[in-house]
C-alpha cells in the first residue's frame, strides 16, 4: 500500500523558514517523480515544485517560489524536502506532496497518489 505522508509545516513569521518533509512508503521514491503542490482557501490547488527520478534528477520550481524554495531527496530515508526561505504570507497554504509519472509537473491530475496535506502559515 503506497502512502505519503508530509510533515513540517506550522507558524512563521514573514522572512521565516521551514522545511517540509514527504516521506514515502509502500514504494521506492527514487524510482518516481515528486511534486509538491499547494492550495490555499478559495484557490485552486497549484505546483510549487517538482523533482524527477533519481537517475534524471531535473527539477523545477514555480515563478512564485524560485529562488526561494529548493527541493530535495535523501533516498536513504525515502523522503523528498522542500526547503521553504524568505516565506511571504502568500505562501500561506496546505501543502501536499504527490508522486507519479506526469507528463507535465504541474498539472496536479497526472500524479496518481497523494499525502494527506501539511499547514503552512505565514503570519506575524
Known amino acids: 500500500q503506497v502512502q505519503l505522508v508530509e510533515s513540517g509545516g506550522g507558524l512563521v513569521q514573514p522572512g521565516g523558514s521551514l522545511r517540509l518533509s514527504c516521506e514515502a512508503s509502500?514504494?521506492?521514491?527514487?524510482?518516481?517523480?515528486i511534486g509538491w503542490f499547494r492550495q490555499a482557501p478559495g484557490k485552486e490547488r497549484e505546483g510549487v515544485s517538482y523533482?524527477?527520478?533519481?537517475?534524471?534528477?531535473?527539477?523545477y520550481y514555480a515563478y512564485s517560489v524560485k529562488g526561494r524554495f529548493t527541493i530535495s531527496r535523501d533516498s536513504t530515508e525515502n523522503t523528498v524536502y522542500l526547503q521553504m526561505n524568505s516565506l511571504k504570507p502568500e505562501d500561506t497554504a496546505v501543502y501536499y506532496c504527490?508522486?507519479?509519472?506526469?507528463?507535465?509537473?504541474?498539472?496536479?491530475?497526472?500524479?496518481?497518489?497523494w499525502g494527506q496535506g501539511t499547514q503552512v502559515t505565514v503570519s506575524s
Open positions: 523533482i524527477s527520478t533519481s537517475s534524471d534528477g531535473t527539477t
Open positions: 504527490a508522486t507519479g509519472y506526469p507528463t507535465v509537473w504541474a498539472v496536479a491530475a497526472q500524479y496518481d497518489y
Open positions: 509502500g514504494l521506492t521514491l527514487d524510482h518516481y517523480a
